[in-house]
């Protein structure tokens, strides 16, 4: 079991930055791909960033490819999306997710339905 909290969210400027933290309870959190999603409204939910569990893998989002970055630190239990030059299009919930538990190298999938917990989402709001 694997609870997740995001925070670090908040309203921004368009081209300013915001970091978003991911919190897991759960002393097996190293062993899960971890992915970051997002849902505007009236949206689907989209995939934005991936990471394998030892962070050595990565994946993005064409939207998301040159300005935000996934990283984790699995001493902390905690997952990051940093987001820079943001664009009132990032106005969102954004969502971390877990998959697993595996060893495999490769870095969350893009499907939602490939993750078996979720957080409750915290709200990023850029203004132009």
């Known amino acids: 079991q694997v609870q997740l909290v995001e925070s670090g969210g908040g309203l921004a400027q368009a081209g300013g930055s915001l970091t978003l933290s991911c919190a897991a309870s759960?002393?097996?959190?190293?062993?899960?791909?971890m992915g970051w999603f997002r849902q505007a409204p009236g949206k689907e939910r989209d995939f934005v960033a991936g990471?394998?569990?030892?962070?050595?893998?990565?994946d993005y989002a064409d939207s998301a490819k040159g300005r935000f970055t996934i990283s984790r630190d699995n001493r902390k239990n905690t997952v990051y999306l940093q987001m820079n030059n943001l664009e009132p299009e990032d106005t969102a919930v954004y969502y971390c997710?877990?998959?697993?538990?595996?060893?495999?190298?490769?870095?969350?999938?893009?499907?939602?339905?490939?993750?078996?917990?979720w957080g409750q989402g915290t709200q990023v709001t850029v203004s132009s």
């Open positions: 990471i394998s569990w030892s962070g050595s893998n990565t």
């Open positions: 997710a877990a998959d697993g538990p595996n060893w495999g190298t490769r870095p969350g999938p893009q499907e939602s339905q490939s993750y078996d917990y």
């Open positions: 759960g002393r097996t959190f190293s062993r899960y791909a």
